[in-house]
């Protein structure tokens, strides 16, 4: 595969960015472009990045860091990208409100070999409004983003990059940053290192900074996993059966855990949520489920089934459920090498 000259390359982004960051752009735009981003990124690369070498992931004490192939593939998630993006542009313009006369400083962690939440920025910011800092634990995802980064020749929109572990990183020599970026998780924030990154980075994070997504909330309930006539998806206020809310990760909802701030480097213990089963609940919701919606930023919200973040989590089925006779569930979020929520089951007394 030959690689792109840096001209072709960056009318190529240039081009893909106008159409990515284009809110009326119609879903079917979206998904050609982003296999085209896709397509663009691995011509620099000059290599095949869906070779198993590069399928490889990466063990952590917080979670796994996926491999530079399914780093790269999130791409294609044509909703979650863009709806990244419209909210990252967002909290630039808010930041430029509260931040004027300065570049606004993102720290993107977790980048992967793509960097898929700058590139089309370059095509919209000048250097003097935005710069970022760029963390990677892969060192082949870093060494493929060092090459586009040169391709692309943008340079000069990067503070710095370093391969580390960003949920343990000395995050001191990359202050100020007025907004903290990452993207590692999957639905119901289960195995990927978010949480971890989030609020070990947030201590770091300049005051009246924001952290993008500004919220990834989880919400317990039953799902109706049947199709309308058309053999689509039902819409979600008739497949979900939503009970309450059993986490929130953003400022004011980790504030809500541990208001002191000053707190938030140490190791976390989060509250056990307790929901309470109805009494009856309709056959037609088979499973109890966490439901995950992201705020990237003010209106730019990933809701149910817009993106493979956003799919429910199955925890167990409404049958289960029945057959022991539950009258409650306890969720505890869990912060180890394969993150998510724990679950004890309270049967009712006989």
Known sequence: ??????????????????????????????????????????????????????????????????????????????????????????????????????????????????????LPLTTCFSPEEIQFTMLEINPSSLSYLEKIIETLEINHYIRDLKCCDATTVDATPFQPYQILLSETMQNGLQNEPQVAITTHLLQYLEPDGLLVP?????????????????????????ACYLL????DLSIPGLKKIEPDANQWAAPWIFPVVTIQIPETIDEKFTNFSLFTTIRVHGQHVLKFLESGLT?????????????????????QYQQSNKPGFSLNVVEKQP
């Open 214 to 238: 500004e919220q990834i909330l989880l919400q317990a309930g039953f799902l109706n996993t049947s199709f309308d006539e058309q053999g689509n998806f039902l819409p979600e206020e008739q």
């Open 311 to 331: 799919q429910p989590s199955v925890l167990l089925s409404t049958y289960r459920i029945r057959e022991r006779n539950v009258q409650k569930i306890e969720l």
């Open 244 to 247: 309450q809310e059993v986490f």
């Open 1 to 118: 595969m030959m690689t792109m000259q840096p001209a072709a390359a960056k009318h190529e982004l240039q081009r893909i960015s106008s159409i990515l960051l284009n809110p009326a752009s119609p879903h079917g735009a979206l998904f050609t472009v982003c296999n085209d981003m896709f397509q663009l990124l691995e011509k620099i690369l000059a290599l095949e990045l869906a070779s198993p070498d590069h399928r490889e992931d990466v063990a952590l004490d917080s979670g796994r860091a996926i491999g530079p192939f399914w780093a790269a593939m999130c791409i294609r998630d044509f909703m979650r990208t863009q709806t990244y993006l419209l909210g990252l542009i967002s909290a630039v313009q808010a930041c430029q409100k509260k931040f004027p006369n300065q570049p606004i400083h993102v720290l993107y962690a977790g980048t992967g070999p793509f960097a898929t939440l700058a």
